[in-house]
């Protein structure tokens, strides 16, 4: 069982940016796709951002153009870099692995969830 540690999380303001991290405690060259999902109070859980083995990347319409995703395999981690924060991405931001792309929108995902890193942002 991989575990998943996610960071870089914060209090900023609107319009702001912050850039997250997560690091798998095994190997994620197998992982095809590495995706990024955020869960905000009273609300569902959901898959903002991915990225696979072969390049692609997939963004939330919420997210797109101001999110961006990318993955180092030989250190196991992926990034999250959040640009233009809206107060409507405060939530906790997760990552985790799935087979593919559509595995991960149906929150197929291949471990349990790590803590998490909260996100808050303020008008």
């Known amino acids: 069982q991989v575990q998943l540690v996610e960071s870089g999380g914060g209090a900023v303001q609107a319009g702001g940016s912050l850039s997250l991290s997560c690091v798998a405690s095994g190997s994620i060259f197998g992982i095809d796709a590495m995706g990024w999902y955020r869960q905000a109070p009273g609300k569902q859980r959901e898959l903002v951002a991915a990225?696979?083995?072969?390049?692609?990347?997939m963004y939330a319409d919420s997210v797109k153009g101001r999110f961006t995703t990318f993955r180092d395999n030989a250190k196991r981690t992926v990034y999250l870099h959040m640009d233009a924060l809206k107060v409507e991405d405060t939530a906790v931001y997760y990552c985790?692995?799935?087979?593919?792309?559509?595995?991960?929108?149906?929150?197929?995902?291949?471990?349990?969830w790590g803590q998490g890193t909260q996100v808050t942002v303020s008008s």
């Open positions: 990225t696979t083995n072969h390049g692609d990347t």
């Open positions: 985790n692995g799935a087979p593919d792309i559509i595995t991960a929108r149906a929150m197929g995902v291949l471990w349990y």
